[in-house]
């Protein structure tokens, strides 16, 4: 079992930035791709994010890209999202998400499919004011 759980989200002007961060516990961390995915209200949920295991590599959605950045820290097994230039249109539920996939594979093989994930935290709420 991997036990996930965000933090930082909050209100926040547009414009204006968050950062949000995801603790997990339990199995082995650096076994797993991690990924954050958001959905607002009456939406599906949605990929924003996924880093591979060693965090060298990222990959993001066309909405986000040049505005976030994903990380993570294997020591402080932690993964980040830092949310820059935010607009009303991110306002969502933002969740974190692990998935264990052998190295074998290229990280981000099927990334954006939210079944692929094998763990999930509860999700932290972002809002943004025009």
């Known amino acids: 079992q991997v036990q996930l759980v965000e933090s930082g989200g909050g209100l926040v002007q547009a414009g204006g930035s968050l950062r949000l961060s995801c603790a997990a516990s339990?199995?082995?961390?650096?076994?797993?791709?991690m990924a954050w995915f958001r959905q607002a209200p009456g939406k599906e949920r949605e990929f924003v994010a996924v880093?591979?295991?060693?965090?060298?590599?990222?990959d993001y959605a066309d909405s986000v890209k040049g505005r976030f950045t994903m990380s993570r820290d294997n020591t402080k097994n932690t993964v980040y999202l830092q949310m820059n230039s935010l607009k009303p249109d991110d306002t969502a539920v933002y969740y974190c998400?692990?998935?264990?996939?052998?190295?074998?594979?290229?990280?981000?093989?099927?990334?954006?499919?939210?079944?692929?994930?094998?763990?999930w935290g509860q999700g932290t709420q972002v809002t943004v004011s025009s």
């Open positions: 998400a692990a998935r264990y996939l052998s190295r074998s594979f290229y990280y981000a093989t099927g990334a954006q499919d939210d079944s692929k994930y094998d763990y």
């Open positions: 339990g199995r082995t961390f650096s076994n797993y791709v």
């Open positions: 880093i591979s295991w060693n965090g060298r590599s990222t």
